[in-house]
């Protein structure tokens, strides 16, 4: 898992979201009873959920939608392996320039390709056909933050990054969509996230101690160490909504 010349990049994830295991299985459920025809994912990574989802439903057609070449690679050898490569595609695409409607789209961590989480519901309620669904996920602050608070998060974090779990609910529903399910994980899933994140470059830390490259990859990480626990940890949640387009 670990190369010597660099740490490996998202190597110990299997999202690139926080969640955990159980509520990663019931949103890949849920969205499945909806039995989507048409599936796309906007920032999709390697997409390990929209590669369950797709798995489970037999007749779907999938797209994963993303920017980084690597993350797109990955999600292609995770359809091969599980064996839905013939009806799951990984596009390589700007997001917000994707126009062909779904029946489930899922958005989760990657609102910013839009601006706003406001300016992404918009956007992404033309690509939900009627009936349809959004599953979108991202950060929401669980308390707004002081200056003080700010000023040790990763650099230029504003309080307008995000919103709180009932603006987000409230954005959602004045784009037009009513709410499915509302959801923010819990503590335990944010320093999963951040452990396992954090652990491409420790492994490889162990494992290359002399490396000279080691000293700039132990900042690296022991800077976004204390972003986490110095700064957002507790401040800042992440919330999923599961979403519905009304039919016309
Ligand atoms: C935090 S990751 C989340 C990945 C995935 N949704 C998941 O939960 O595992 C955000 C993803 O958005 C992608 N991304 C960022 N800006 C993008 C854009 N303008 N168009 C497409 N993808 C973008 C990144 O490459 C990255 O894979």
Redesign the pocket.
Known sequence: MTGHDAPTRYGF?D???P?AAWRLDRQVEECAAADPRLIV?????????LQRVTAKVPGAKAYG????LE?LERGRAGAERRGIADRLEFVE????DWTEPADLV?????V??FGTAADALRALYRIVKPGGRLLI?DGVWNRVPTEAELAAMWPETSTGDWMLLPEFVDAAIATGFRPLRVESVEQSEWDDFESQFLADKEVWLLANPGHPRAAEIREQADAHRNWWLRGHRGLLGFGYLTLGRPVE
């Open positions: 994830l999202c690139n979201s969640i994912d906007i920032g999709c990574g390697w997409g390990e959920l939608v993303d920017s980084d993350l695409y700007r997001g917000e899922i958005c989760i961590g990657a910013h390709a996920g």
